[in-house]
């Protein structure tokens, strides 16, 4: 089930939502772990097994490395068994059931192990272990998290996560923050990947240089989209639940180097590679060749944790390397001047969204040639048409992710009386309406 589906939204929403309101605070998390198992089960049954595994191994090896924190040598075997085993069922499933299960199965597992992982290692780091079994269980299967954005450490919730307290005022919050996910979901990513498979479509084997690059535009926006969407889903059904999350991106496309691009695309996952791989494979040192490894290596595996294919493996390797290259050049490129910087940072950055654009690794490589080498003109009037039908959306993501947006929004929220605050009942009505009838076109052109 997802939560860009008719079923989540007038269905599955309301009835979890009467009983997690009406139910004892205490009972919340169990409430949810129900959630989490419906909306996993609901696409496929079968995947309750590795999620039960999951939170079994998470609860007991954390308990374990508590108690055997003195011993060290013993509470590090633990901790590296539990790994392996999650580990494992997770490339399971991401290499065997992507093909045969709902997109929820697959990213979920992938987050509920991430999760795992992250628990476990911070109990084995010296923080305290959770004794209440539903309130790890509801922290591993977290609801809002199971899209696969953002990623949470449980000390981040652990307060939370005793007695969630519902407030009417983040509730309201959270259903139009959780709207407004939706509708970049399904009326703007949605149209554009489509606009880009067309875009392929019509100018099969003649794409212009031109058409590629622009091409490259389209997918990397529905891509961005598509993530910051999921990501407003999950903090406004958090909000509902009663949590706080952190905004995942931190207008990436403002930042003129790769470096802060990286950084601020996904914040949470960010996070997580840089506590859980990038500081223990460093040492804790701040430069030398260890740290470089240390942050290709956690750069490659950012980049497949999104897709386990070698498209992504190789745009792994290509962001790893075009990252090394800026660490040990930082001296002489933070002399070049800002815009002849961000220019050539985001040109490689689209290099990079076209290298994940394609099913084969041939029509990768293909693609970015004709970045380079294809006609300036040859399609010419199917370019005016892409890009006056891509301009739209364009402009609205351009507005939208100004940091000058953010501004105004916080200067807003700081008035007494505040538009956004009066239009709000007439916004949310306006964002259900409309991402119901996208949903529901969208369905029925997938029938």
């Known amino acids: 089930m997802s939560c860009t589906s008719i079923v989540f939204l007038y269905f599955f929403m309301p009835a979890f939502f009467l009983i997690y309101a009406l139910c004892k605070p205490v009972w919340r998390p169990a409430v949810m772990s129900a959630g989490s198992c419906i909306m996993i089960g609901w696409a496929s049954p079968y995947a309750l097994i590795p999620m039960a595994v999951s ?35 997770a490339a399971y499933y991401f290499l065997f059931s992507q093909s045969r299960a709902e997109h929820i199965t697959v990213i979920g597992l992938g987050v509920i192990s991430l ?63 959780m709207l407004l996910g939706i ?96 500081t223990p494979l460093s040492g804790g040192k701040k430069e030398g060749g260890r740290v470089v490894f240390a942050a290709a290596f956690s750069t490659l595996l950012l980049c497949v944790s999104y897709r386990l294919n070698i498209n992504h493996l190789l745009w792994g390797a290509f962001a790893a390397l075009l990252l090394i290259t800026e660490i040990h050049f930082e001296g002489r490129l933070s002399r ?21 654009s394609q099913s084969t690794t041939v029509g990768a490589m293909d693609y970015i040639s004709r970045m380079f080498t294809g006609g300036m ?35 807003h929220r700081s008035k007494r009386f505040s538009v956004i605050a009066a239009a709000k009942p007439f916004l949310i009505f306006a964002m259900l309406i409309l991402c119901t009838s996208f949903m529901m076109s969208g369905g029925l052109q997938a029938q």
């Open 115 to 177: 999760h795992s992982v992250a628990y476990v290692f911070d109990v084995n780091s010296g923080e305290q272990p959770e004794t209440g079994f539903f309130k790890l269980c509801a922290y591993v299967t977290f609801m809002p998290c199971l899209n696969g954005i953002p990623f949470v450490r449980y000390n981040d919730i652990r307060e939370n996560m005793a007695a969630p307290r519902l407030r009417i005022d983040l509730m309201s919050d959270g259903i139009m923050i």
């Open 377 to 411: 003109l040859i399609d010419f009037k199917p370019l005016l048409y892409f890009l006056g039908t891509a301009l739209p959306y364009f402009l609205l993501i351009l507005i939208f992710e100004m940091p000058f947006f953010r501004t105004l929004i916080i200067k």
């Open 183 to 278: 509708c970049e979901k399904v009326i703007v990513s949605d149209r554009l990947e489509e606009l880009f498979y067309d875009m392929q479509t019509v100018s099969s084997g003649t794409l212009s240089a031109l058409m590629s690059w622009m091409g490259a535009m389209i997918f990397g926006a529905a891509l961005y989209i598509r993530l910051k969407g999921l990501s407003h889903i999950a903090v406004g059904l958090a909000m509902m639940l009663g949590f706080s999350l952190n905004s995942s991106f931190d207008y990436p496309y403002s930042k003129p180097t790769l470096r802060g691009y990286i950084e601020s695309f996904n914040i949470s996952a960010v996070g997580f590679a840089k506590r859980y791989i990038f």
């Open 336 to 356: 070049v001047p800002r815009p002849v910087r961000y220019i050539f940072s985001h040109m490689f950055i689209l290099i990079g969204w076209a290298m994940i």
């Open 55 to 89: 939170v079994l191994l998470s609860y007991f090896c954390g308990i374990i490395c508590h108690d055997l924190r003195e011993k060290r040598s013993a509470a590090n075997a633990v901790f590296a068994l539990f790994t392996v085993c999650i580990t494992v069922q």
